[in-house]
């Protein structure tokens, strides 16, 4: 499965399903079945966010209790000042819950972003690629590998989840910290208060 998992996820993959879609849709001459592509991306966007409530569902029904302690790091706002780190308590179950749900964000905002682009400026492309894609992405989210493909907890899927962005640009202080160092220092910080 992992094999599969890393080919999936690799930007080869990704540059590699943009190029087959785009010239697929000069193949097909998207501009013929303009209506068709309309239902069939807002039926595969209905069918992905009925996904996201059925994983809700089977993690709900797992019921993991594990207490789940890391410290989340300082924030910063618009203005540049940063939230001094904060501690997280929580168990297995509600952190994967609250990771669905910015997955569901996430797809509202694609969901947005692709009828802006669609209806704005009359690109069909992207209604076909995300129909697809959509799915992909889906059945490739941490939690789906771990609610629905059975995976074990370990490696990258362990919890807290890394904060992972294009190219690695993540800085290793933005990263959830799991260490009891951290964790005692951020305890008695919120004992201060």
């Known amino acids: ?5 890393k080919f999936l996820n690799s ?3 990704g540059i590699g399903s943009f190029i087959f879609f785009q010239q697929l849709s000069k193949f097909l001459h998207l501009d013929n079945h303009v209506q068709s592509l309309r239902f069939l991306y807002l039926f595969a966007q209905f069918v992905i966010l009925t996904l996201h409530f059925y994983l809700i569902y ?3 029904n797992k019921n993991d209790q594990t207490i789940l302690k890391y410290v989340e790091p300082a924030a910063q706002s618009w203005d540049g000042t940063e939230t001094p780190d904060q501690l997280v308590n929580t168990t297995v179950m509600e952190y994967d819950i609250n990771e669905v749900k ?9 969901i947005a972003l692709i009828a802006f682009i669609h209806l704005k400026f ?3 492309q992207p ?7 959509g799915f992909k992405t889906f059945l490739m989210t941490k939690e789906a590998r771990l609610h629905i493909w059975g995976a074990k907890a370990t490696g990258d899927l362990r919890r807290p989840f890394r904060i992972e962005a294009p190219f690695g640009l993540v800085s290793e202080k933005k990263q959830p910290k799991t260490d009891k160092g951290s964790i005692k220092k951020a305890e008695k910080a919120l004992k201060a208060e």
């Open 122 to 124: 009359g690109y069909i």
């Open 1 to 5: 499965m992992s094999k599969v998992v």
């Open 11 to 13: 930007p080869y993959f």
């Open 58 to 60: 089977v993690i709900k």
């Open 102 to 110: 910015k997955s569901m964000k996430q797809s509202f905002v694609g």
């Open 127 to 133: 209604l076909l690629v995300q129909s697809i894609l």
